[in-house]
């Protein structure tokens, strides 16, 4: 509930029509998918706050990416977020675009504003 809030609140989508729950992947699950026009633009795969974000996390969400056709996955835990690009070739791999610790942000920076608005849903835009 929490990352959902915070991609309503934070990064400009809107819970109901942009972000889906439990998004269905071949009889399993990712946790979130974030929609632009109704097309997944990144699903979203969701450790708890207190748990650690690593590299592992990621490959089961790649995982469901490749199966989608999705070029986008985020990995997070409420306070670090981490955008992979999803590279399809063999093997499926990804590339890590983005890592950010949303409570060291400092709003006086460009830097890391820039990297904040690129998780938003008109940075998204620019992207797609």
Known sequence: MIVTDMLAEVFGYDKYADVTAEYAIRGTYCDLATKLDG?????????????EVKD???????DYAANQGVDWVVLTNGTHWRIYNVVFGKPIDQELVIDIEICSLNPKNAADLESLYLFCKEGGRSQS
């Open 39 to 51: 097309t997944v633009q990144a699903l979203v795969e969701v450790k708890a706050i207190g748990l």
């Open 56 to 62: 592992q996390h990621v490959k089961q969400a790649v």
